[in-house]
């Protein structure tokens, strides 16, 4: 059975769920609460087993997609996202927020300050002893928008610098609201382009952070995890600052911290410490 109750703040549009037999609770945003999305979230740690969803990641947190009949009767396509919660990650979990909780507040905040990202459409986490157990995050799918990863490796000459223009002037307006991503990879920037027109979106919603202040070097430093083309690096950077003169003290920021970036990546690969934590599983 559920249990439920509006949430203190009316204007977020959602409700607390609880579910007693599998020990679950979290929210779900109002649109989307109807009686095939509940059934699918009673099923609890057996999410990925519900008949017809699709299985399109898992790796270190398992990603799926399905399509649910909502209150309205449309067909909705809905990605779930599955946290993996063991080892460090777990003990760092007591009495904290789980991973699916701060991608909900994430996006909320997101979304308050208008900077898209997939919509919100549910939340659960389960806790033992007062660890998170499992955390698990929902939300609608954006069929249209694609990773920015793939544009920015095959466009070129000004089909390219337009994209970097307009990422950069959608970089600049986040951090002005004193938003900062703490995983701003390319990985987590998806793109929807229809003609000349173009919107972005921000994924991992769990790593945001809304700061007092953010400083041009924390704001610059954020920016290393983006794969621009090397040739078109101080072009971007240039057009993020919005200064027809890049200074020379941005640009060795930008570039030390890059590099010492690379180095981590190449580090981390050559030891196969991904592999090792994994193995051991620290994360």
Known sequence: MARERKPGDPSLDQVEVHFEETGFQGRIGREFDGPQLREFLRRGSRLFSYPGIELIAKGRNRVGILTISCPNGQPEKLVIKEFRVVG??????????????????GALELLTHQVLTPQPVAFLEKRQNGFVKEAIFITRMIPEASEIRGLLRTRRGEDLRSLLRDLAEFLRQLHQRCLL?????????????RGQQRKFYLLDTNRLKKKKRLSSWSAIKSLIRVGVPPAEQKFFLRSYLGLAHLPFSAWAWYKINKECFNFYLKFKKFLGLRKIVQRLRIQ
């Open 88 to 105: 460090l990650d777990r003990l760092k979990t007591f009495r904290r927020a789980s991973k699916a909780y701060k991608a909900w507040q």
């Open 181 to 193: 991503h703490r995983d701003l990879s390319d990985g987590n920037i998806m793109v929807e382009e």
